[in-house]
T-cell receptor, first 115, second 108 residues
Framework: NAGVMQNPRHLVRRRGQEARLRCSPMKGHSHVYWYRQLPEEGLKFMVY????????ESGMPKERFSAEFPKEGPSILRIQQVVRGDSAAYFC?????????????FGEGSRLTVL | GQNIDQPTEMTATEGAIVQINCTYQ??????LFWYQQHAGEAPTFLSYNVLDGLEEKGRFSSFLSRSKGYSYLLLKELQMKDSASYLCAVDNTDKLIFGTGTRLQVFP
């Protein structure tokens, strides 16, 4: 039973390029959460999605960042025109229902480095 | 506002007991989680408290006082492999809000 799968695990981009991070939730999970973690810091909530719906994007920067969770396929976190400050680990987590009814299961993370 | 505080770093000796505290002030509360995260790895679930009191699970226990906005994680019989970051997270009704984490170093 595969866990939460994220790819790529490591991504290097130059300033101004685009980064696309993918997340496949655990089988049977329909709720996806994206978190960002800077070195030596905690997890910062970015966005919460269900299939084809953004439920809460209060942690997403207003510009350059977008997320989707289509009916078919993985959830995508897209960062346009990356800057050095976007360098971080981006973790995806899934749950079978809302967070208040259970734990989140995390992927291994995607580590973005912007040169 | 949302505020979750934990000590940044702690050290302890193999075989000892360590208590990691967490205080929180959040706009919503549906329970408190503790996660363990080894360097470069994914956070993994340790415990969940929604009612006041102590939850024990093997060497790990977690305590919650909702009236005080306070929780702690107790680790007994420490092992070297317990060296990791311990993240306190509050269920804020539709998402988990994490503290900055406590980095625990266990020495022989």
């Amino acid at each position: 039973n595969a866990g939460v799968m994220q790819n790529p695990r490591h991504l290097v981009r130059r300033r101004g390029q685009e980064a696309r991070l993918r997340c496949s939730p655990m089988k049977g999970h329909s709720h996806v959460y994206w978190y960002r973690q800077l070195p030596e810091e905690g997890l910062k909530f970015m966005v919460y999605l269900q299939k084809e719906n953004i439920i809460d994007e209060s942690g997403m920067p207003k510009e350059r960042f977008s997320a989707e969770f289509p009916k078919e396929g993985p959830s995508i976190l897209r960062i346009q025109q990356v800057v050095r400050g976007d360098s971080a680990a981006y973790f995806c987590a899934s749950s079978p229902s809302q967070a208040n009814t259970g734990e989140l299961f995390f992927g291994e993370g995607s580590r973005l480095t912007v040169l | 506002g949302q505020n979750i505080d934990q000590p940044t770093e702690m050290t302890a000796t193999e075989g000892a007991i360590v208590q990691i505290n967490c205080t929180y002030q959040t706009s919503g509360f549906n329970g408190l989680f503790w996660y363990q995260q080894h360097a470069g790895e994914a956070p993994t679930f340790l415990s969940y408290n929604v009612l006041d009191g102590l939850e024990e699970k093997g060497r790990f226990s977690s305590f919650l006082s909702r009236s005080k906005g306070y929780s702690y994680l107790l680790l007994k019989e420490l092992q070297m492999k317990d060296s990791a970051s311990y993240l306190c997270a509050v269920d804020n009704t539709d998402k988990l809000i994490f503290g900055t984490g406590t980095r625990l170093q266990v020495f022989p």
